[in-house]
């Protein structure tokens, strides 16, 4: 059974349509790295910070996804402007992506307290195929139909977002995948084996209750054509801003808890558990997301 629905899966992804249409790989654990879904967030700090997020999608199910996700960013000391680099790598049994991008941000001061930033995202993504890890019922499937059986593309990809903020709230537009290109593998006869434009919009809030308390609601709606929308809402609960955890509900996919701690302002720990919520809920034993990161020391005023 869990073959079946690994190739039905499989089929989608390779057409383009994976997964009702999402094309990125997905994180829970998004609001303690942003930056890895906006360029924007390039030097909105006066420090640099490195995060890596590690993503182990249903356990328990056979060739699930694993998302590997190493991030870098931070501003350009005399300027207005910050910089940063991101490298993934997505593996769902025969089929891999691998991306490299620079980012690039520019921040405006509108007040003391609200400012707004742009960023710019350019990068090579790299897709692979191993065919022959793949067993069809139709050995003659045009799909598979090819010289090459181990096969892969390059495509160059960029991503365009915009970042609202203050000291306690935020808001934030993202536009990826904008040059939508074909993605080269196989004979695909549906047409459909193309990078499609995914939008962004997130906002959040942190509200301190006292010194010790703060709770902090956020959302991200996704939308990529033809897929419905697809909303995350989350809460966190902070303590001292140290320890923080929370639940976060993705809509026709998941229900997750949160957990994290920040040591000395310094290191940053994130943990995830996905609840599946759909059919597959089944077939797998869940969801792991874990996030580390570093703060280096402020480099500007």
Known sequence: MKKRIFTGILLLSITG???????????????????????ALAGTHN????????????????????????????????????????????VTGPISIGSLYGAYGYNYTLNEDMKISAGLNLGIMQYKVDFTKITFENPDDQLINSTDLRETAYLPDATLGFYFYSSTYYAGLVVNH??????????DPTG?????????????YKYYINREWAVEPCLVLKKVFPAPFQL?????????NMLWGGISYRTQEA????????????????????????PLISHNF????????????????
């Open 47 to 90: 420090y640099f910070q490195v995060f890596s997020n590690n993503r182990f999608q249903w356990i328990g199910f056979t060739d699930a996804p694993i998302t590997n996700t190493l991030s870098v960013y931070g501003p350009v000391v005399k300027y207005p402007m910050g910089w940063g680099a991101s490298l993934s790598y997505d």
């Open 17 to 39: 349509v994976f997964l009702c249409g999402q094309q990125r790989p997905l994180t829970t654990l998004f609001m303690t790295n942003p930056f890895i879904i906006n360029p």
């Open 286 to 301: 869940g969801t792991h997301e874990i996030m580390l990161g570093y703060r280096f020391n402020a480099i500007k005023d």
């Open 255 to 278: 229900l997750s808890i949160l957990l994290g701690y920040v040591y000395d302002k310094k290191i940053y720990i994130g943990y995830s558990y996905d609840i599946v919520l759909n």
């Open 178 to 187: 904008l040059f939508n290109n074909k993605i080269k593998i196989g004979a």
């Open 192 to 204: 459909k084996s193309r990078l499609r434009s995914h939008f962004y919009l997130n906002a959040g």
């Open 232 to 240: 995350d809402i989350n809460a966190r609960a902070w303590y001292r």
